[in-house]
């Protein structure tokens, strides 16, 4: 998991849009599959998020919406 946050990290930051734009839909399909796990496990991180940069949930899922591909 280092190995890959570091191969991440050392990735432009164009380059790293891109690979979150790619991974977007295995996303989609883990949370459809592991909903309960993964609301536990991120929702902390995610509230954080929120407040910390004022974004609404609406905005993330409209965000998520336009990286994917059948759009």
């Not at 570091?6 to 164009?14: G, I, V």
């Not at 979150?20 to 796990?37: A, F, G, H, M």
């Amino acid at each position: 998991m280092n190995d890959l946050v570091s191969n991440f990290n050392n990735l432009s930051e164009k380059e790293q849009i891109e690979f979150i734009k790619s991974i977007v839909p295995q996303i989609e399909s883990l949370v459809k599959n592991n909903k309960d796990d993964l609301m536990k496990e991120f929702s902390p991180i995610i509230d954080r998020l929120l407040e910390q940069y004022g974004m609404t949930m609406d905005q993330i899922m409209m965000m998520l919406q336009m990286f994917n591909p059948q759009n």
